[in-house]
């Protein structure tokens, strides 16, 4: 079990590298196809993007096909598109294969994560979730890196490290990942989409994307946020990135398993508060080395504590329509993404270099209330109840006594369960 989950999430990381590395090639990108490096960066955007566009659309169309299949189909044409991108002569070639690229993301990343949740009992469906999304977390911290430093001198060559990513899952996949679970007799297309009417669907959907708007603000910019402490030097810039990577790591490790032992509610509300106390504080922090280091400890480690229980929260709502929820997650963050360049471009011009992060405080609180909100339960003859360890909120019987709510309102992972 722990191979396939690990295959799986080699799958996430060349999906995670493939999306944030660009940021350390956009000059080669722009030197070497004659456009601007504001134009280069459209293509993170236009990745984004189609992620977000395609993620829910693929889930749907793609509903009836065997989950072996579909993960090995979405690997081929992530794997095929960064192929494409490696060689495209031309800029606008290059944006065409971007699309194409995420693509393959947006039809892989949801269906491992479904996938993750068949492979292991329910009580450790929160850890399988964390060891997938592991596959993102430690692409920044060490495939963005390595990335980085072969396309030093050729891009080209990133684009082949993340060619190899994908066929390495791929090839893993194919001997390793058989025996799954068949789907579910899959609903029509209106039936797919009738969660999307639930406003805790809309709700939670809405924490992710304002919640990794916060979290990307200060991330895009964080050389921009950290300058008083790093004076511009290279060196120090890497180590803060470094310990922020490591960091986002061991908050996926531990948002795993806070998640199975005490909830979604408490990780949402816990973590997110955590980040936001991290964002408001950067202004102060940065102005020395251990300040600004502290707070690369800090505000990753709870940001990504936060990512593992969002989507395990969305698709605990409707657990029968959980592939389409966690696809949504992964549409709503991908949003997130690609909004946070323009808000963080903007908060700069407003704020200044030294205060844009407050922007991500404010916007870390509004996901903090949002998730408040999307946790909350209704209880039987008034009043409201929350989201615990095992997921359940009593409601009163007849005999007066407490019972455990229905499951399809559980945000624990034998809610989730259910979905697969």
């Known amino acids: 079990m722990r191979l396939r989950l690990l295959l799986l999430a080699l799958g996430t990381f060349a999906v995670g590298t493939d999306s944030m590395v660009m940021a350390g090639i956009l000059g080669l990108v722009a030197r070497d196809l004659d456009v601007s490096v504001p134009a280069a960066g459209q293509m993170v955007t236009v990745f984004a993007l189609s992620y977000a566009v395609l993620a829910p659309v693929l889930a749907t169309a793609a509903a009836r096909w065997p989950r072996r299949r579909l993960l090995l189909t979405a690997l081929t044409v992530f794997t095929v598109a960064n192929a494409l991108s490696a060689v495209a002569p031309t800029y606008p070639i290059l944006l065409a294969t971007r699309v194409l690229a995420a693509a393959g993301a947006a039809l892989y990343t949801p269906t491992a994560n479904a996938v993750a949740t068949t492979l292991v009992p329910p009580e450790r469906r929160g850890r399988a979730l964390a060891t997938v999304l592991g596959g993102m977390t430690v692409a920044t911290a060490l495939g963005v890196p390595l990335g980085t430093y072969l396309g030093r001198t050729d891009w080209r060559l990133t684009m082949w490290l993340v060619v190899a990513l994908g066929a390495a899952a791929f090839l893993g996949l194919a001997l390793l990942l058989r025996d799954l679970p068949a789907p579910a007799a899959a609903p029509d297309l209106r039936a797919r989409l009738a969660p999307l009417r639930n406003r805790r669907v809309l709700v939670a959907a809405a924490t992710t994307l304002v919640f990794f708007l916060a979290l ?18 290279a060196g120090r810039l890497s180590l803060v990135m470094l310990v922020s990577g490591v960091t986002s790591v061991a908050g996926n490790w531990l948002g795993g398993r806070a998640v199975d032992r005490f909830g979604v509610r408490v990780v949402l509300l816990a973590g997110g508060s955590a980040a936001a106390a991290a964002f408001l504080a950067l202004p102060w922090a940065s102005a020395t080395m251990t300040g600004a280091l502290l707070y690369a400890g800090v505000a990753p480690l709870a940001g990504w504590a936060v990512a593992v229980a969002l989507p395990h929260h ?12 966690i696809s949504l997650n992964s549409s709503a963050l991908y949003l997130g993404v690609a909004a946070a360049g323009g808000v963080g471009s903007l908060a700069l011009t407003v704020l200044g270099a030294h205060w844009f992060p407050l922007v991500s405080t404010v916007l870390a609180l509004v996901a903090v209330s949002l998730g408040a909100v999307s946790t909350r339960r209704r209880v039987s003859g008034g009043g409201a109840g929350t989201d615990g360890p095992g997921g ?4 009163a019987t007849s005999s007066g006594t407490a019972a455990p709510a229905p499951a399809r309102a559980a945000d624990s992972p034998q809610g989730v369960a259910q979905a697969y």
């Open 392 to 395: 359940t909120t009593p409601i």
């Open 216 to 233: 990307n603000v200060v991330y895009i910019y964080l050389g921009t946020a950290v300058r008083p402490a790093t004076g511009g030097d």
């Open 314 to 325: 969305l698709a605990s709502i409707e657990p029968s329509s959980a592939p389409l929820l």
